[in-house]
């Protein structure tokens, strides 16, 4: 009895393992499959490229003296409009240390 038992609850273990398997093999197939489309390998051959590119020249890839000046010109007139000196940096906020309680008692509530 308790062997039938045994036996009948390690085919649905089975079974169910199975099943698992068989689905996550469908999934990391193609997970693993290192080959790629044609399509896709000159996509990340250009990537790749740019990636190069842009770390030897140290900005932005295939540009001409022109686009630098647009540039500074772009930046001056931000710093112009907003006052700020480096426009490449985050800003940095300062926020008062007033309670929100008090707030509350000041309005009446």
Known sequence: ???QRLFR???VIRSAVSVHLRRNI???AVAFNKELDPVQKLFVDKIREYKSKR???GGPVDTGPEYQQELEKE???LKQMFGKADMNTFP???FEGTSCKSQI???GG
């Open 9 to 11: 609850f390690s085919s």
């Open 1 to 3: 009895m308790i062997l």
């Open 55 to 57: 770390q030897t020249s």
């Open 92 to 94: 940095t906020f300062k």
């Open 75 to 77: 930046l001056f007139k």
């Open 105 to 107: 008692h000041s309005c």
């Open 26 to 28: 469908g999934v990391t």
